[in-house]
């Protein structure tokens, strides 16, 4: 019985992950070697000052490819949630290779992106970037403390700077 729920279980996440797969219009970009600290932080600083030039509070988080943090700051005044938030959206975008906005786009059609809720890792709110080079993932950024567009205006700063 406990195996016929994990089954089912384990078909739901695939089915919502792949109902979210072909609303992107392209493959995502394949894995590449993990992103190191020094290129995490190149990442990090243009994220950090895109949020200090327009006077927001954000937390910034970079990971690897496996979703493992890499490097973190937190500036002063950010709020207390941001502070996982920023790194839940840089593992969803690196763990699922899009955009962290794409699940939250899926989710709010409802219907069958509903069942993003029911996969573990998947934070739905926009924040999340992948970081590329040479065309291959090599982790992703996350920023929180602002609105959501807010918040992606940042990381896609961050996410530019490795470009």
């Not at 739901?12 to 992950?17: E, H, P, S």
């Not at 992107?24 to 070697?33: L, R």
């Not at 327009?54 to 496996?66: F, G, I, K, L």
């Not at 950010?78 to 975008?93: D, M, P, V, W, Y």
Request: charge should be positive.
């Amino acid at each position: 019985m406990r195996m016929k729920s994990l089954t089912r279980y384990g078909m739901g996440a695939v089915l919502a992950v792949t109902a979210w797969a072909t609303t992107s219009a392209q493959m995502p970009s394949p894995y590449g070697m993990p992103i190191t600290l020094a290129t995490a932080k190149k990442a990090a600083g243009p994220a950090l000052a895109e949020a200090a030039k327009n006077h927001w509070n954000m937390a910034v988080a970079v990971v690897d490819t496996a979703g493992t943090l890499v490097y973190y700051e937190k500036m002063d005044d950010t709020q207390t949630g941001s502070a996982s938030l920023a790194i839940e959206k840089a593992r969803t975008s690196a763990l699922f290779k899009r955009p962290s906005k794409a699940l939250q786009d899926a989710l709010a059609k409802g219907g069958e992106g509903l069942r993003i809720l029911g996969v573990r890792e998947a934070t739905p709110l926009e924040g999340g970037i992948p970081l590329v080079q040479d065309g291959k993932i090599i982790g992703a950024i996350g920023v929180s403390g602002g609105a959501s567009s807010q918040d992606a205006q940042c990381a896609q700063a961050g996410a530019d700077a490795l470009k």
